[in-house]
């Protein structure tokens, strides 16, 4: 499955290629989308949903692979917080870091980081009230109404990618 940006591209156009996993869990969509809306900002991109168990070759062809691929290379775009990337995945996630690859390179990005915290903190099974809160009307509660209301993938990131562009104009 994939996903296009909202924008529209003349025929023949080369799309960056962003994989995650089939699926998707809040870590997956968010650090999807930060990759389509500033890591290729300006550039037309797709997001394929793929199987956790990504082919290697489909891996070596893709501009982005987060949060799927146990790989941890931010020069080459591979953002996986799962072993052997990490020994422990719950010490970081791939929101995260793709997220201070972005803030360490100069993007505009700060304002990202209360939902970088939150969605870290659902991924990682932590407790805050920030976590409780988003579970309730934040980001998870969103991300679980729209896996509810929607049986194609693609749709429910379509309108998390909604979602996210009209919540963080707000932080």
Same mark, same amino acid.
């Given at each position: 499955m994939k996903v296009s940006t909202t924008v529209t591209y %003349? %025929?023949?156009i080369i799309k960056k290629q962003i994989i995650t996993?089939?699926?998707?869990? &809040?870590?997956?969509?968010?650090?999807? =989308?930060?990759?389509?809306?500033? /890591?290729?900002?300006?550039?037309? $991109? !797709?997001?394929?949903?793929? $199987?956790?168990?990504?082919? !290697?070759?489909?891996m070596q062809h893709a501009d982005c692979v987060v949060d799927v691929g146990n790989t941890y290379i931010p020069e080459n775009y591979r953002f996986?917080?799962? %072993? %052997?990337?990490?020994?422990?995945?719950?010490?970081?996630?791939?929101?995260? &870091?793709? =997220? !201070?690859? &972005?803030?360490?390179?100069?993007?505009?990005?700060a304002h990202l980081e209360p939902l970088v915290q939150i969605t870290y903190q659902g991924d990682t099974h932590r407790n805050s009230d920030a976590l409780k809160q988003s579970r309730i009307d934040g980001p998870h509660a969103e991300l679980k109404k729209l896996k509810s209301g929607h049986t194609e993938t693609t749709e429910v990131y379509r309108?998390?990618? /909604?979602?996210?562009? $009209?919540?963080?104009?707000? &932080?």
């Open positions: %003349p %025929p023949g996993h089939a699926d998707p869990d &809040l870590d997956a969509i968010v650090s999807a =989308w930060i990759a389509q809306d500033f /890591l290729f900002k300006g550039h037309a $991109s !797709e997001v394929l949903f793929v $199987s956790r168990k990504v082919p !290697e070759k489909r996986d917080h799962k %072993p %052997p990337a990490f020994q422990n995945r719950n010490s970081t996630c791939a929101t995260r &870091l793709i =997220w !201070e690859y &972005l803030r360490d390179t100069g993007a505009d990005v309108q998390m990618v /909604l979602y996210l562009r $009209s919540y963080t104009k707000n &932080l």
